[in-house]
């Protein structure tokens, strides 16, 4: 049936009332939307992005996210080739992240050339690249969703309103910009079914429910995954595809088979190949083959099968980048491939036969950490002498002084010059002497020269000092 709305009555006492109606999708709207993109699994969609303007538009900003465990972000296209919506843009920006990305438009930078997005419906201004990040079998449909007030054009900077521009005003959510949310359609391959005999799995160690806990650390730091099998029958051996976040740079030499169940059954071919750079346009990848009984004399070993999880090997990790509180994607999905070589899947080998494995993706949380000097209680940072007597005032303030005259410590941690876990009269006593008298001890670590984390354990906080990089 066709939706029809009521458009206008137009009636006097001269002439007779006229009722048009005209179909709900003729009416014009203001909207940014983006759309559904579909692709098989390790293959990457193309999600297209619109608007629709019911006046001339001067740009437009759309800031949207998904779940990176299901999709990374690889590209943002932008229709401003010739003939296209944004040709006439000035001014294109642009951020492409793991989980989110920023389209932000002004056409008519200086006012001098009068650039505009025409009066419209449904144009088309760009294209999301987002790689499918699984499933192994199946359907899987990940919300796409445009987010107000949350995602920044820069690491830092202030964060954005989805937004279109007309006769210079802004029009948001708020003044009924339409914002319609999309989806990221991946296809997995043809999958084990619940039939399987064979799971992988990665993470930290194992949580009371006997699966891998998620890994978590700060940017910086070293981590380790460990890579876990579980199996109703013998395995001779199995191969695994692993793609995982570029911003997880694996650690040369770290790979270990100790305290597991190679190392246990004397595996005697293990190989990792890596693909440990995004400059191919490919996320990167580990590739692992291991047969247990490889080399004479041959005496049909296995590993064994066991109803828990049960490590294979670990291998450690560089967190080189990412955002406060993302996840960076490590896992088992579609088909990785050896430089050269030939396809690798997930699968084991079974009574001489290979059977895919179902497989349980893991990944890698940012967390933030707590920087600071210590003995800069005014954190005034970064300079040469950031510690210094206007420090052991702003103890005092801090401690001791109320109302106006009281100063508002960015870091207890970075007051407590003599890291006893107490905020009192020892640390001014304690900074003094560490400014002007000779010989006196310096504040413990993270130290007054240069920023650090807090290796004791108390109470104190430092809110000023929280940081991803």
């Known amino acids: 049936m066709t939706h029809m709305k009521l458009y206008r009555l137009s009636c006097s006492l001269f002439s007779v009332c006229l009722v048009a109606l005209v179909p709900s999708w003729l009416q014009a709207e203001n909207s940014l939307s983006v759309g559904r993109g579909t692709a098989d699994s390790g293959s990457v969609a193309s999600v297209?992005?619109?608007?629709?303007?019911?006046?001339?538009?001067?740009?437009?900003?759309?800031?949207?996210?998904?779940?990176?465990?299901?999709?990374?972000?690889?590209?943002?296209?932008?229709?401003?080739?010739?003939?296209?919506?944004?040709?006439?843009?000035?001014?294109?920006?642009?951020?492409?992240?793991?989980?989110?990305?920023?389209?932000?438009?002004?056409?008519?930078?200086?006012?001098?050339?009068g650039e505009v997005i025409a009066a419209a419906q449904d144009v088309e201004v760009g294209a999301a690249l987002i790689r499918c990040e699984g499933p192994s079998e199946g359907t899987l449909e990940t919300p796409i969703q445009l987010v107000d007030d949350k995602i920044a054009t820069v690491e830092g900077g202030p964060t954005l309103k989805n937004t279109l521009v007309q006769g210079g005003l802004s029009i948001t959510a708020e003044e009924n910009l339409g914002l319609n949310n999309g989806a990221l359609i991946c296809e997995g391959e043809d999958g084990p079914g619940p039939s399987a005999r064979a799971f992988f799995a990665c993470g930290n160690g194992l949580d009371d429910d006997g699966n891998p806990e998620p890994v978590t650390g700060t940017k910086g730091s070293t981590q380790?995954?460990?890579?876990?099998?579980?199996?109703?029958?013998?395995?001779?051996?199995?191969?695994?595809?692993v793609r995982h976040s570029c911003n997880l740079e694996l650690v040369d030499g770290s790979l270990s088979i100790e305290d597991g169940a190679l190392s246990a059954s004397e595996a005697e071919f293990v190989n990792i190949a890596v693909d440990d750079t995004s400059d191919d346009g490919d996320i990167c990848e580990l590739i692992v083959g291991i047969l247990v009984d490889a080399v004479p004399p041959f005496d049909g070993r296995s590993l064994p099968e066991t109803d828990s999880f049960t490590k294979l090997?670990?291998?450690?990790?560089?967190?080189?980048?990412?955002?406060?509180?993302?996840?960076?994607?490590?896992?088992?999905?579609?088909?990785?491939?050896?430089?050269?070589?030939?396809?690798?899947?997930?699968?084991?080998?079974?009574?001489?036969?290979?059977?895919?494995?179902?497989?349980?993706?893991?990944?890698?949380c940012l967390e933030a950490r707590e920087e600071f000097q210590r003995g800069d209680c005014n954190f005034s940072g970064g300079r040469r002498s950031a510690v210094d007597i206007a420090d052991a005032a702003a103890q005092v303030g801090f401690i001791f002084l109320d109302g106006e005259a009281k100063f508002d410590a960015p870091c207890e941690d970075a007051c407590d010059a003599n890291d006893d876990g107490r905020l009192d009269a020892a640390d001014v006593v304690f900074l003094l002497e560490f400014l002007f008298v000779p010989n006196s001890p310096e504040p413990p670590s993270p130290g007054p020269d240069s920023p650090g984390d807090d290796p004791t354990d108390d109470d104190l906080t430092c809110e000023g000092g929280v940081v991803c990089d």
């Open 48 to 113: 297209p992005l619109t608007l629709s303007t019911d006046d001339d538009a001067q740009g437009f900003i759309m800031a949207f996210e998904w779940d990176g465990s299901r999709g990374t972000g690889t590209e943002l296209e932008v229709r401003d080739g010739d003939g296209e919506a944004l040709s006439g843009a000035e001014l294109v920006v642009t951020r492409v992240e793991s989980s989110f990305m920023v389209l932000s438009v002004v056409m008519d930078l200086d006012g001098a050339g």
């Open 224 to 241: 380790t995954l460990i890579f876990y099998y579980r199996s109703t029958e013998e395995l001779q051996g199995l191969s695994m595809a």
């Open 313 to 364: 090997f670990s291998q450690d990790f560089l967190i080189a980048g990412g955002d406060c509180d993302e996840c960076l994607f490590a896992g088992f999905v579609g088909t990785g491939e050896v430089e050269g070589g030939r396809p690798v899947k997930n699968l084991v080998s079974i009574d001489f036969q290979s059977e895919p494995a179902e497989t349980t993706n893991c990944r890698v």
